[in-house]
């Protein structure tokens, strides 16, 4: 289901993976930011941390915070909690030993996206899992094999 490069159109809960991959490719970089100064782009709490985790000292953080101010906040709530735990252990009995251990991330942003109906932007391949999983559209910020 997933697979699909995204064409920059549309809301989409961007995931970490995309956000790190716009860093090192200059074509992804200007489709999100044009999301993002559109109000396309949405975020929730486990990707703003992991921005923060890799940002470079107070100005790195800055930076982020200025990037997300006025973009739309997904909540992860109790919901989104449980469909976390429910989707994996829903990978864990369709699925060899270890198949429930995605990053949590990873798992958080999917239902997030799920509950609220949004897309998913991505450059990571278990959101190819996790779109045939729970049923959402999950989009490449750029080419998988980069």
Do not use: K, N
């Not at 993002?36 to 486990?46: K, M, T």
């Not at 190819?128 to 490449?140: G, H, K, S």
Request: charge should be negative; glycine fraction near 8%; charged fraction near 25%.
């Amino acid at each position: 289901m997933s697979e699909r490069l995204w064409d920059g159109q549309g809301t989409v809960l961007a995931d970490i993976s995309a956000w790190m991959f716009a860093r090192r490719d200059a074509d992804a970089r200007e489709l999100l930011f044009a999301a993002v100064e559109r109000g396309d782009v949405a975020w929730c709490w486990p990707v703003r941390y992991e921005l923060i985790v890799g940002a470079r000292g107070p100005e790195g953080i800055s930076a982020v915070d200025r990037a997300l101010e006025g973009l739309r906040e997904v909540a992860v709530d109790r919901s989104v909690q449980r469909g976390v735990l429910a989707a994996m252990r829903e990978l864990a009995d369709g699925g060899s030993h270890g198949a429930h251990r995605l990053p949590l991330t990873d798992l958080t942003v999917a239902v997030a996206a799920q509950r609220t109906g949004l897309d998913v932007l991505h450059h990571d391949r278990h959101f190819d899992r996790l779109a045939d999983l729970l049923e959402i559209r999950a989009f490449w910020l750029g080419d998988p094999s980069a």
